[in-house]
């Protein structure tokens, strides 16, 4: 039994999780200071911008490869670089802390790697699904919210699984999603909409399935249905 002096009040953060949030935060705060002047020179107010211009998401871009057959490395990197570029500092720290928060109890039950595997996969699948069905001259879609709505779908898979377990009502685990989806139909009546909120869509649905091949054990169940049928 451990010592009560040596047991942390607060649970450690699965490391992968730490390192997303530290990156995302230290590329927030390269941009703050160029735009206060206390890097880079005057050049550096514009480093936000610039940076949404090269590693930002666009369905334009996309619709451009699909219709000419070509895949240019740089625009397919904006598959992921888009999730490290935030458009406002509050933008930046409402993902960082959902990160955070939906990380840690998604990192805790599946592995370091299925846990990044989840996330990265969600934010491309989100971006995919962006740029497959929203219109064209839609704004540049930027920031780590697909990949956090995939923990979300990670999230809900443990809960779906554990109500289950519990012979209680599954639906009740989309709960939290449908909160959310809410939330955002709300803010789009009254402030206006576009079509992000398709990314984030889809950053959830491929992270509720991808989370039965990711979670511990979920392949092998997987194989072991698909043969028993």
């Given amino acids: 039994m451990s010592s009560p002096e040596n047991i942390s009040p607060v649970n450690p953060l699965p490391p992968v999780i730490v390192a997303l949030f530290l990156l995302l935060l230290g590329i927030e705060l390269v941009f703050q200071m160029g735009a206060r002047g206390l890097a880079g020179g005057p050049g550096a107010i514009g480093w936000r911008s610039s940076a949404i211009q090269t590693h930002g998401f666009n369905a334009d871009i996309?619709?451009?490869?699909?219709?000419?057959?070509q895949y240019p490395r740089e625009h397919l990197m904006r598959f992921v670089s888009?999730?490290?570029?935030?458009?406002?500092?509050?933008?930046?720290?409402?993902?960082?802390?959902?990160?955070?928060?939906?990380?840690?109890?998604?990192?805790?039950?599946?592995?370091?790697?299925?846990?990044?595997?989840?996330?990265?996969?969600?934010?491309?699948?989100?971006?995919?699904?962006?740029?497959?069905?929203?219109?064209?001259?839609?704004?540049?879609?930027?920031?780590?919210?697909?990949?956090?709505?995939?923990?979300i779908g990670g999230f809900t898979y443990l809960m779906w699984l554990k109500l289950g377990q519990m012979g209680a009502q599954q639906a009740r685990a989309f709960s939290l999603i449908g909160f959310l989806l809410a939330l955002q139909l709300i803010f789009g009546l009254l402030f206006g909409s576009n079509g992000e909120w398709l990314a984030d869509v889809g950053g959830f649905a491929f992270g509720f399935l991808l989370s039965f091949f990711l979670a511990p054990g979920g392949w092998a169940k997987i194989r072991a249905r698909i043969r028993r049928h």
């Fill in 82 to 151: 888009y999730i490290f570029v935030h458009g406002t500092f509050t933008h930046a720290a409402f993902a960082g802390a959902m990160l955070l928060a939906l990380g840690k109890f998604v990192g805790e039950v599946f592995s370091q790697w299925a846990t990044l595997a989840l996330f990265l996969a969600s934010s491309i699948g989100g971006a995919l699904i962006y740029g497959l069905l929203s219109a064209q001259g839609q704004p540049w879609l930027v920031g780590a919210f697909p990949g956090v709505y995939g923990l």
């Fill in 62 to 69: 996309m619709g451009w490869m699909l219709q000419n057959g």
